[in-house]
């Protein structure tokens, strides 16, 4: 069964603190991995999409990378308006149904 | 660009009446729209993958004559929950998939169904 998981549930960091979030994923074929920010009571907005291991890709202070198991998504010097739920998602070969993870919301501290 | 729009925002309605959601991609043409609802902390369920001019897709345990999907253009799909209950009340969050080389969905900015 193609699963999702996020770790850690909830993090919360100073401002300018690095860390790292994690998606360790089972799927029969990757064929993408998704991550994206959601706010309160919005929609999720896209940040990245990975298509295979050892892809990287960054934005602005954000840089997510994936291994054939888990990706990373790394988060530098952080700032406030950085606060958000962060969805991991994948999508297999075998269909194209998208199963998202359950998040990791990130509090960052002025 | 890939910019999906919903409509209402939000919608207090009384049981056993019906509500339409409408999603919109507003700068280009969706052959694909999903719905997913997600309730408070919890991750995004798909319900129905719903594709221009044909039925939708309604995952298990999704009730195809409750919820209905229409797509009716390359631009707009609706959610009709019909004879909705306080049960139905759910952030409700569809996306549309730009189609070609990429899987990505871009999602809309959900509508808050809340049934009294």
């Known amino acids: 069964e193609d699963q999702v998981t996020q770790s850690p549930e909830a993090l919360r960091l100073q401002e300018g603190e690095s860390s790292s979030l994690n998606c360790s994923y089972t799927?029969?074929?990757?064929?993408?991995l998704f991550w994206y920010r959601q706010d309160p009571g919005k929609g999720p907005e896209f940040l990245f999409t990975?298509?295979?291991a050892g892809e990287e890709k960054e934005k602005e202070r954000l840089k997510a990378t994936l291994t054939k198991k888990e990706s990373f998504l790394h988060i530098t010097a952080p700032k406030p308006e950085d606060s958000a739920t962060y969805l991991c998602?994948?999508?297999?070969?075998?269909?194209?149904?998208?199963?998202f993870g359950k998040g990791t919301r990130l509090h960052i501290l002025p | 660009g890939a910019v999906v729009s919903q409509h209402p925002s939000w919608v207090i309605c009384k049981s056993g009446t019906s509500v339409k959601i409408e999603c919109r991609s507003l700068?280009?043409?969706?052959?694909?729209m999903f719905w997913y609802r997600q309730f408070p902390k919890q991750s995004l369920m798909l319900m129905a993958t719903s594709n221009e001019g044909s039925k939708a897709t309604y995952e298990q345990g999704v009730e195809k004559d409750k919820f209905l999907i229409n797509h009716a253009s390359l631009t707009l799909s609706t959610l009709t929950v019909t004879s909705a209950h306080p049960e139905d009340s759910s952030f409700y969050i569809c996306?549309?998939?730009?189609?070609?080389?990429?899987?990505?969905?871009?999602f809309g900015p959900g509508t808050r169904l809340t049934v009294l």
């Open positions: 799927v029969s074929g990757l064929r993408g």
């Open positions: 700068d280009f043409q969706a052959t694909t």
């Open positions: 996306s549309a998939q730009l189609g070609g080389n990429t899987d990505t969905q871009y």
């Open positions: 998602a994948v999508q297999s070969n075998r269909d194209d149904k998208i199963i």
């Open positions: 990975l298509y295979s």
